[in-house]
T-cell receptor, first 117, second 115 residues
């Protein structure tokens, strides 16, 4: 059973295009995230949504816009793609964001490798 | 601000050797969680372990063990009798507790296990 899924797995596009990556989790988690992993394998958080509400918004160009239609889905739309956007984008989810007794671990999707030419 | 340092960029061992991956962290938060994730060549990120800052008890799971020492801000990961399937990039990560789980990752240690 797929826990966190992302589509597409690979995305090759040209500079200036607009593209979207979709993420879905069937774990019943409240919180979802987007991370970017660059060519040196460095992972950095971009956004987080809790029950459709944006709670983390790191220093990310406003060409990147997340959207959460419901708590099981978090999509990432990227406008005017640039060469530097080439990376692997990971979606993740976690059970809760606050309160004692929660785990805080995040479960990651398989990643979407975006290549901008 | 939080920081996670994995000073070992790459480690190569021969199968059946024991290997320890180091992780040192910095945080001003009094409560936090530490994690280890594995990223095999296939690319997915696999959750391995979570440790609460209140719990310094070491943990063993099969060939894996973790040593958390708050006094030295370290959370090291040991693989006993390494196997080729352990070859991967391993990430240590940290998040404060509170209203949002926000993982700060180290730069990863690439482990290569050869026959």
């Amino acid at each position: 059973d797929t826990a966190v899924s992302q589509t597409p797995k690979y995305l090759v596009t040209q500079m200036g295009n607009d593209k979207s990556i979709k993420c879905e989790q069937n774990l019943g988690h409240d919180t979802m995230y987007w991370y970017k992993q660059d060519s040196k394998k460095f992972l950095k958080i971009m956004f987080s949504y809790n029950n459709k509400e944006l709670i983390i918004n790191e220093t990310v160009p406003n060409r990147f816009s997340p959207k959460s239609p419901d708590k099981a889905h978090l999509n990432l739309h990227i406008n005017s793609l640039e060469l530097g956007d080439s990376a692997v984008y990971f979606c993740a989810s976690s059970p809760r964001t606050s309160g004692t007794g929660f785990s805080y671990e995040q479960y990651f999707g398989p990643g979407t490798r975006l290549t901008v030419t | 601000a939080q920081k996670v340092t994995q000073a070992q960029t790459e480690i190569s061992v021969v199968e059946k050797e024991d290997v320890t991956l180091d992780c040192v962290y910095e945080t001003r938060d009094t409560t936090y969680y530490l994690f280890w994730y594995k990223q095999p060549p296939s690319g997915e990120l696999v959750f391995l372990i979570r440790r609460n800052s209140f719990d310094e008890q070491n943990e063993i799971s099969g060939r894996y063990s973790w040593n958390f020492q708050k006094s030295t801000s370290s959370f090291n990961f040991t693989i006993t009798a390494s196997q080729v399937v352990d070859s991967a990039v391993y990430f240590c990560a940290l998040t404060p507790t509170g209203t949002a789980s926000k993982l700060t990752f180290g730069t990863g240690t690439r482990l290569q296990v050869t026959l």
